[in-house]
């Protein structure tokens, strides 16, 4: 399983200096996403800007809508079925189920994108001011090696990551 990690990095230099460290970590930079106000530099080093999936809450938002929308096409198919008599109800309600899903997941996306991650948010002001986000995915046993190291060579970075608490929030979970 992966963590994510957000690393509050007050400047682009030293979030260069933090790419460069977390690499030869063995991080690829796949796993790196970057967000602040002059994030540009930090793209032409090779550093992936963070997406819409990384902060907002799109995936999650997509995930609820496909559930909702699949159980809500379930009981409107049925519905269906004993309004329109010559149907046959398997098909009428996995039909409409798959709509269902499938219009829960457009809708729900499009609400998604406008919804901040939860981790993201929080550092909102700090980014105006001019630090850097770098968001990054490790695996769960070596999530230490890499906070222990990164604290080492750079105090002044927070570091932050989900936690079950967040997960179980309404709106954004980081992931």
Excluded: C
């Excluded at 709509?99 to 002001?125: C, E, I, N, P, Q």
């Excluded at 986000?133 to 230490?144: C, G, K, M, S």
């Excluded at 997960?167 to 980081?174: A, F, H, I, N, S």
Aim: hydrophobic share 45%; net charge negative; no cysteine.
């Amino acid at each position: 399983m992966m963590q994510r990690l957000y690393f509050l990095i007050p400047d682009k230099e030293t979030t260069t200096e933090v790419v460069n460290e977390l690499n030869l970590m063995g991080l690829p930079k796949d796993d790196l996403h970057v967000m602040g106000k002059d994030w540009q530099p930090l793209e032409k080093e090779g550093v992936p800007v963070a997406t819409l999936i990384q902060t907002t809450d799109v995936v999650n938002a997509s995930i609820r809508g496909a559930i909702v929308g699949a159980v809500l096409g379930l009981v409107l198919g049925v519905i269906a079925h004993y309004v329109l008599i010559d149907t046959n109800i398997i098909w009428m309600a996995l039909g409409m189920m798959l709509f269902g899903a499938l219009f829960g997941v457009w809708t729900s996306t499009m609400v998604g994108v406008s919804v901040r991650d939860v981790k993201v948010g929080k550092y909102d002001k700090a980014i105006k001011r001019g630090s850097m986000l770098l968001i990054i995915d490790v695996p769960d046993e070596q999530e230490e090696t890499f906070r222990e190291a990164i604290k080492r060579h750079h105090p002044e970075v927070v570091i932050d990551k989900v936690t079950a608490k967040d997960r179980k929030q309404p709106v954004g979970e980081g992931h």
